[in-house]
């Protein structure tokens, strides 16, 4: 895994964040993904909430979105109050033109599948470099620590090559919001998305894996600051 730096600023992310922000109008319940791109959009709507009187509520999926979201202004609610959002707004790490994802490059794609899986629309944000015609980008999985011998060994049959994920700032894993480990599955090109999704959810003790199969639509910011709109 190479370093995630969530602070430099991005164009081709910004113009994506914020066009995807402006699918949002005043009442509705919004889910806050997780990661650089979609910070562009959490911020823009604190700035919209706070200047231009935007009514939103937002639900996070990280304590990453939760930290910006209240720092940008966004008033929060969680989804036992509110079990049907009206869209949720997330990154990928890699998107085919099926629109497929993969998601969980920063450990988030637990809460990030619940909270997209509520909404009635799932729009992801991404720059160019994340599409692709097939995937083929390491798979991040979610895993009970109590269980990561037996999944690795599962994983392995299934033909993947799992690696623990280390911490960058900590010694030993990454430990998840949820308390959990993640394995960084390399499964080279996916021809088949749903029916890996399948195999992986099977396994005991895989508490979620990062594919996505439930995007509506993709906006990607392109390097002049345009952004193309792909829909399901
Ligand atoms: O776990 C993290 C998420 O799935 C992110 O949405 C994904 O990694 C994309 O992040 P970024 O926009 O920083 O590339």
Not at 164 to 176: F, M, Y
Not at 178 to 200: C, M, Q, R, T, W
Not at 210 to 228: A, H, R, T, W
């Amino acid at each position: 895994m190479t370093e995630r730096n969530i602070s430099a600023d991005s164009p081709e992310k910004r113009a994506a964040g914020i066009a995807a922000s402006r699918m949002v109008e005043s009442g509705m319940v919004v889910g806050l993904g997780t990661g650089s791109t979609v910070a562009y959009t959490i911020k823009e709507l604190g700035r919209r909430v706070r200047e231009e009187g935007l009514e939103i509520l937002g639900v996070v999926t990280s304590y990453q979105s939760e930290m910006l979201a209240i720092e940008a202004g966004i008033p929060l609610a969680n989804l036992a109050q509110h079990p049907k959002l009206d869209i949720a707004i997330d990154g990928a790490d890699q998107i085919d033109s099926k629109l497929y994802a993969i998601k969980g490059g920063g450990a988030a794609h637990t809460r990030e599948k619940i909270v997209s899986a509520s909404a009635r629309h799932f729009l992801v944000v991404a720059d160019e470099s994340k599409t692709s015609i097939q995937l083929n980008k390491a798979v991040p999985v979610e895993v009970l620590p109590f269980a990561k011998t037996l999944v690795i060994k599962k994983i392995k049959e299934l033909g993947g090559k799992p690696e623990l994920r280390l911490g960058l700032r900590k010694d030993g894993p990454v430990i998840t919001d949820n308390g959990n480990f993640v394995l960084d599955v390399n499964l080279g090109v996916i021809n088949d998305p749903e029916g890996l999704a399948l195999k992986l959810s099977s396994i005991p003790g895989v508490v979620e894996h990062g594919i996505f199969s439930n995007v509506d639509e993709l906006y990607i910011g392109k390097k002049d600051g345009s952004v193309e709109i792909v829909r399901k």
